[in-house]
C-alpha cells in the first residue's frame, strides 16, 4: 500500500502595511493578507505587494480592518452594521481591482484587528463582513461567528491560528495590552505552528508582520514545519 502524502499546512502573513519587509516575507509564506487602505496601505503599496505575490505564487488575500487609520485598526469600533458592510465592500473591491491588474485575484478575505477579535463572537459584526465581501472564502478563529455564519450561508471557511499570540482559556487572543499576548522569540513561535499544524483544527498559520522580527520567525516557522513533516503551500 502507498504511504500517505504530507499533511499540508498554509503559511500566512499581514502585508502591505508599510510597517515590515514585504518582498522578504513573500520569499516565505503562501498567502499574503494584504492591507486595503483603512488601517495602513495604500494603492501603489497594494499592486507591489500583489505583483510580487503573483511572480512568487503565493495567494492575495484582502485584509479588512475598521476605518481606523490612526489607531491601525486596533481601536474597538461599533458602526452600524450596513456602515460596516460598506466598509468592507469598499477594501475588497479595491484589492480586487489592484491584484487583477497584476495578473492575481483576491482570493479570500480576513479581518484585522480589532475587527478580528470582534467578529470572533458579534453575529451582527461578522454578518456585516459576509455581507460586504462577497462569496469570499473567510479566514477566522476556528469556534468564531464568523466561520460558523460563513460556514452556515455556504461559504468557504479556513481555520487559523496564530504561533506568536497568547491565547484565552476560551481559545480567544490574548488583548494585545495584557502579558502574555506576544511571543517574540522565533524558535517559540516555530514550536507552536507546528503545535498548532498537529493539532489538525487550523488549515492555516499566521505570522503577524508588523512584528519586528516578522521575516526571521516566518523562516523558523517554514523550517519547523517542514521538519515536521508538514507541506507548506496555500490553503485553496
Not at 71 to 93: C, E, K, N
Not at 166 to 174: D, M, Q, W
Request: charged share 20%; aromatic share 4%; glycine share 12%.
Amino acid at each position: 500500500m502507498p504511504s500517505a502524502g504530507p499533511s499540508r499546512i498554509d503559511l500566512n502573513a499581514d502585508l502591505g502595511e508599510g510597517v515590515t519587509d514585504d518582498p522578504a516575507l513573500l520569499e516565505v509564506v503562501t498567502s499574503a493578507n494584504v492591507a486595503c487602505g483603512f488601517h495602513a496601505g495604500d494603492a501603489v503599496t497594494m499592486r507591489r505587494v500583489c505583483d510580487l505575490a503573483a511572480e512568487r505564487g503565493v495567494r492575495v488575500g484582502a485584509q479588512v480592518s475598521y476605518d481606523d487609520r490612526e489607531g491601525f485598526g486596533r481601536r474597538a469600533m461599533s458602526p452600524a452594521a450596513d456602515v460596516l458592510t460598506g466598509w468592507v465592500a469598499v477594501q475588497v473591491g479595491l484589492l480586487s481591482e489592484i491584484a487583477a491588474t497584476a495578473g492575481a485575484e483576491v482570493s479570500y478575505v480576513k479581518p484585522h484587528g480589532a475587527l478580528y477579535n470582534r467578529v470572533a463572537d458579534d453575529e451582527e459584526q461578522a454578518g456585516a463582513v459576509l455581507a460586504g465581501s462577497g462569496d469570499l472564502p473567510v479566514l477566522g478563529l476556528p469556534g468564531s461567528a464568523l466561520l460558523r455564519l460563513a460556514a452556515g450561508s455556504g461559504r468557504g471557511v479556513v481555520s487559523e491560528g496564530f504561533p506568536d499570540r497568547g491565547y484565552t482559556a476560551e481559545g480567544r487572543l490574548v488583548p494585545r495590552d495584557q502579558p502574555g499576548a506576544l511571543v517574540t522569540e522565533p524558535d517559540r513561535i516555530a514550536a507552536n505552528a507546528v503545535e498548532l499544524a498537529r493539532s489538525g483544527v487550523v488549515q492555516t498559520v499566521c505570522v503577524h508582520g508588523d512584528s519586528p522580527g516578522a521575516v526571521v520567525a516566518a523562516h523558523a516557522v517554514r523550517r519547523a514545519l517542514a521538519a515536521a513533516g508538514f507541506e507548506v503551500r496555500p490553503w485553496a
